[in-house]
């Protein structure tokens, strides 16, 4: 069973739009962790965010925010006024105790394309 | 931050022969290291768990006798693809979980693309 789900695989905005990728996660521990990552054409993962499951708090950071619904299982990741270097694929990822400690299960991902 | 490192970044080589990637913590030490592959479009997956001074452990569907990895130190594991075919292309990434974090804390190499011919 996929334990991340991002439905979205391409998503398309202008500049300045804003844009919300969507993440369901699937687990059965009740300590678990929540990331997001950014892969630019260059391949490299670029970290964004870590977010444990005992808090809920949404968080902001600049043009980023991250909306952690335990309810839903959803941990959304919002782009504000976004720009042609929001460009990527972005990755949801999760990770638990349940089996290899350490290991994260990614999302398929989604390709953003921000066009001028 | 804590950085790891990925060696080569991206190799060519040609069908039948073998390619090491190494995987280096520069500032911290890694009791795990986990290697990914990721082909075009697609997620990354998880090949193997490798743990300092023991054998790896494999996902299931992957060839532990193709895929040879080793973790010889705290800061180095080695990916040896063996005998490279085509199908074997992707782009191989490795993370690397800080033995003085929690569990949660890794950190991803820049990856490695290999192309076989």
């Known amino acids: 069973a996929q334990k991340v789900t991002q439905a979205q695989t391409e998503i398309s905005v202008v500049e300045k739009e804003d844009v919300t990728l969507d993440c369901v996660y699937e687990?059965?521990?009740?300590?678990?962790?929540l990331f997001w990552y950014k892969q630019p054409p260059s391949g490299e993962l670029v970290f964004l965010i870590r977010r444990n499951s005992f808090d809920e708090q949404n968080e902001i950071s600049g043009r980023y925010s991250w909306n952690f619904q335990k309810s839903t299982s959803s941990f959304n990741f919002t782009i504000t006024a976004s720009q042609v270097v929001d460009s990527a694929v972005y990755f949801c990822?999760?990770?638990?105790?349940?089996?290899?400690?350490?290991?994260?299960?990614f999302g398929r991902g989604t390709q953003l394309t921000v066009w001028p | 931050g804590a950085v790891v490192s990925q060696h080569p970044s991206r190799v060519i080589c040609k069908s039948g022969t073998s390619v090491k990637i190494e995987c280096r913590s520069l500032?911290?030490?890694?009791?795990?290291m986990f290697w990914y592959r990721q082909f075009p479009k697609q997620s990354l997956m998880l090949m193997a768990t490798?743990?300092?001074?023991?054998?790896?452990?494999?996902e299931q569907g992957v060839e532990k006798d193709k895929f040879l990895i080793n973790h010889a130190s705290l800061t180095l594991s080695t990916l040896t693809v063996t005998s490279a075919h085509p199908e074997d292309s992707s782009f191989y990434i490795c993370?690397?979980?800080?033995?003085?974090?929690?569990?949660?804390?890794?950190?991803f190499g820049p990856g490695t693309r290999l192309l076989v011919l």
């Open positions: 500032d911290f030490q890694a009791t795990t």
């Open positions: 990822a999760e990770g638990d105790r349940g089996s290899t400690l350490g290991r994260l299960y």
């Open positions: 687990t059965r521990d009740t300590t678990y962790y």
């Open positions: 490798s743990n300092e001074g023991s054998k790896a452990t494999y």
């Open positions: 993370s690397a979980r800080d033995r003085d974090g929690g569990w949660e804390t890794q950190y």
